[in-house]
């Protein structure tokens, strides 16, 4: 089990976008990677257009966001296209439970959000984030 302060391990994962996403390539910003069950249903809807909508708050904070689920890669490209979600979403073959890991520049892990509630779920990133 990951606690806060472990290195975030390295991962690569296929992507929306057909190109392979590694956590490593994402080294000197801060990531928040969250993991969500399915694309294009009421929660997982609801928190990938919070992440949307916070977006250049995130920005400015030297964020990024990457989404996970088990969905396909042409399941994301429609999720995507549907609510104009403008990072990548990751695909695992893992069943997953929804949470978010905020993780610093170096790899750290710096927050763990866990049995997440989608609503009002990016402000609590966001201020974690900024704080």
């Known amino acids: 089990?990951?606690?806060?302060?472990d290195t975030a391990p390295d991962f690569e994962l296929g992507s929306d976008t057909g190109d392979p996403v590694?956590?490593?390539?994402?080294?000197?910003?801060?990531?928040?990677?969250?993991?969500?069950?399915k694309d294009d249903t009421p929660g997982c809807t609801t928190e990938a257009c919070e992440f949307r909508d916070r977006l250049p708050n995130i920005e400015r904070a030297g964020a990024v966001v990457l989404g996970v689920s088990p969905d396909t890669v042409k399941s994301h490209q429609k999720f995507k296209a549907k609510y104009e979600l403008p990072f990548p979403l990751g695909r695992t073959y893992e069943g997953i439970l929804r949470s978010t890991f905020l993780i610093d520049e170096a790899g750290k892990i710096e927050q763990i959000f866990q049995k997440v509630r989608p609503k009002g779920h990016g402000d609590k990133v966001l201020q974690a984030l900024e704080e």
Do not use: A
């Open 1 to 5: 089990m990951l606690e806060v302060g």
């Open 22 to 37: 590694r956590l490593s390539h994402l080294r000197g910003k801060k990531v928040i990677l969250y993991f969500y069950p």
